[in-house]
């Protein structure tokens, strides 16, 4: 069974910085372009920062781009996700997602990630 | 970047009913990479449909999608209690998703 659990969400000030963490399990991670996507208090889902397989290729929101940054560890079968410099409009529940390859059919059950003062 | 607008923002309906859900791209959408999602609250949203007509794994087949190009559709033939919920459409490779379409109890 395919899983995706995250972790490391909670309540920041603006400006601070979080690590958002995703272990997989149930299929083989190095094989799939993974994707965090977010979705603030009652609007649409918006992805937010996607890595190929081996790390090399990167994508991002431009909203997120250059304070966000997306990562990931084969060995461990784990996706990360760093926040820096974190907005109110950062304010979410962040979703770890498989991609394959124009949709996505496996979600984490999302953490929340709230920055406000 | 390409726009997707859902309509209507919300259907209220009767279980038993059909639901016509639209979706319309600002620009065609990349050899029909559309995917539709369902989502309850609190929940991660689940997939129905991609590539805009191929039901996926485990979902009935009163679940269905049609379209090319910049417009889309997905229909519930008759819909079931556990049908009311938000549903989102989805295109590929910008990975935007449209506004979402509710499906609620009349």
């Known amino acids: 069974e395919v899983q995706l659990v995250e972790s490391g969400g909670g309540l920041v000030q603006p400006g601070e910085s979080l690590r958002l963490s995703c272990v997989a399990s149930?299929?083989?991670?190095?094989?799939?372009?993974m994707s965090w996507v977010r979705q603030a208090p009652g609007k649409r889902l918006e992805w937010v920062a996607n890595i190929k397989q081996d790390g090399s290729e990167k994508g991002y929101v431009d909203s997120v781009r250059g304070r966000l940054t997306i990562s990931r560890d084969n060995a461990q079968n784990s996706l990360f996700l760093q926040m820096n410099s974190l907005r109110a409009e950062d304010t979410a529940i962040y979703y770890c997602?498989?991609?394959?390859?124009?949709?996505?059919?496996?979600w984490g059950q999302g953490i929340l990630v709230t920055v406000s003062s | 970047e390409i726009v997707l607008t859902q309509s209507p923002g919300t259907l209220s309906l009767s279980p038993g009913e059909r639901a016509t859900l639209s979706c319309r791209a600002s620009?065609?959408?990349?050899?029909?990479?559309l995917a539709w999602y369902q989502q309850k609250p609190g929940q991660a949203p689940r997939l129905l449909i991609y590539d805009a007509s191929s039901r996926a794994t485990g979902i009935p087949d009163r679940f269905s999608g049609s379209g090319s190009g910049t417009d889309f559709t997905l229909t519930i033939s008759r819909l079931d209690s556990e049908d009311f919920a938000v549903y989102y459409c989805?295109?590929?490779?910008?990975?935007?998703f449209g506004q979402g379409t509710k499906i609620e109890i009349k």
């Open positions: 989805q295109q590929y490779p910008g990975w935007t």
């Open positions: 149930g299929f083989t991670f190095s094989r799939y372009w």
């Open positions: 620009q065609t959408v990349t050899s029909n990479f």
């Open positions: 997602a498989r991609e394959d390859g124009s949709y996505i059919e496996y």
